[in-house]
């Protein structure tokens, strides 16, 4: 009877192990979809008369996001000062859009039925960064919870999270083409070092995966080593460096409402991962170890 009752204990280790695979397969399918979604969605807004000022102040309040889903999904409750924070975030973006939504009918100023149809695709735009962002906020919750019950593996996460979606821009097909086109006929560039003549726009795609590439790992390692406030931190500092960067370099139209508003999101971000608070009990470490000398 022992031999069988091995042969019984295999199988049953087997049967287990192909069940745990389809269910982690079947989580990071849902993964992989909304990740999908969310940064083709997140693309497409630039698509319709929505500004990279306003497309990076609206991602900014990913965070906020996160909390909302986070008491409404895991029934989590929060500090006044975290509920300030969320209120700072809501009406510097309220601002922002607002008088982003002023500027494009103002600069409409073809016909009135063009004008229209201008903000018509900036409400379309609104509405798809909403999703996109609430959409990115539903994510970070179900990675939270994939985390806790197959353990956390960052590296994997990442690798799937690219790697799964790469079939589905079959279906965008016909716009990459287009695109790769236009690139085609963009103006040629010499690329420095290597002395080669290429379009442009390439050289610019180019840069940009590069710099992307370096961004996610650096994030990713970054999670290995610091706490989760330390990267909320990071990340919000480097896309505030990246509002200023666009703002100057681009020339883009940004009054002094903006900028209120951009204060707005930024203080209330950090009132929100409690910078001040860690700083204070950073410094009292050094006073209470020179006490005990």
């Given at each position: ?202 050289f610019y795609l180019l840069m940009n995966i590069i710099t992307q590439y370096v961004c996610i790992r650096g ?8 706490t989760s406030l330390t990267v909320t931190l990071f990340v919000t500092l480097r896309k505030f460096v990246s ?51």
């Amino acid at each position: 009877m022992r031999p069988f009752f091995a042969v019984g204990l295999v199988f049953a280790g087997c049967c287990s192990n192909v069940i745990f695979l389809e269910l982690l397969a079947r989580y990071y399918a849902v993964m992989v979809t909304m990740f999908f979604t969310v940064s083709v969605v997140n693309n497409y807004a630039l698509n319709l008369n929505i500004a990279m000022p306003l497309h990076m102040i609206f991602r900014s309040g990913s965070l906020i996001a996160n909390m909302v889903l986070g008491i409404i999904i895991l029934k989590k409750r929060y500090s006044i000062f975290k509920y300030t924070s969320i209120a700072l975030v809501s009406v510097g973006i309220f601002i922002c859009t607002f008088m982003s939504a002023k500027q494009v009918t103002s600069q409409s100023s073809l016909s009135e039925n063009d004008g229209f149809q201008a903000f018509a695709w900036w409400l379309l735009g609104i509405g798809a960064l909403t999703f996109a962002l609430l959409m990115s906020a539903r994510m970070g919750i179900f990675q939270e919870t994939l985390y806790k019950q197959f353990g956390k593996h960052s590296k994997e996460a990442l690798f799937y999270n690219h790697a799964l979606p790469l079939p589905g821009f079959i279906f965008l097909a016909s716009d990459i083409y287009d695109h790769a086109v236009l690139f085609n006929k963009s103006e040629l560039y010499q690329v420095p070092v290597v002395g080669v003549a290429v379009p442009i726009m390439w050289f610019y795609l180019l840069m940009n995966i590069i710099t992307q590439y370096v961004c996610i790992r650096g994030v990713f390692i970054l999670t290995t080593e610091c706490t989760s406030l330390t990267v909320t931190l990071f990340v919000t500092l480097r896309k505030f460096v990246s509002l200023i960067f666009s703002i100057l370099y681009f020339q883009n139209p940004f009054t002094l409402w903006h900028w209120l508003g951009t204060l707005f999101v930024f203080i209330g971000t950090l009132m929100y991962t409690e910078v001040w608070n860690s700083l204070g009990a950073t410094k009292s470490q050094p006073r209470k170890e020179d006490k005990k000398n």
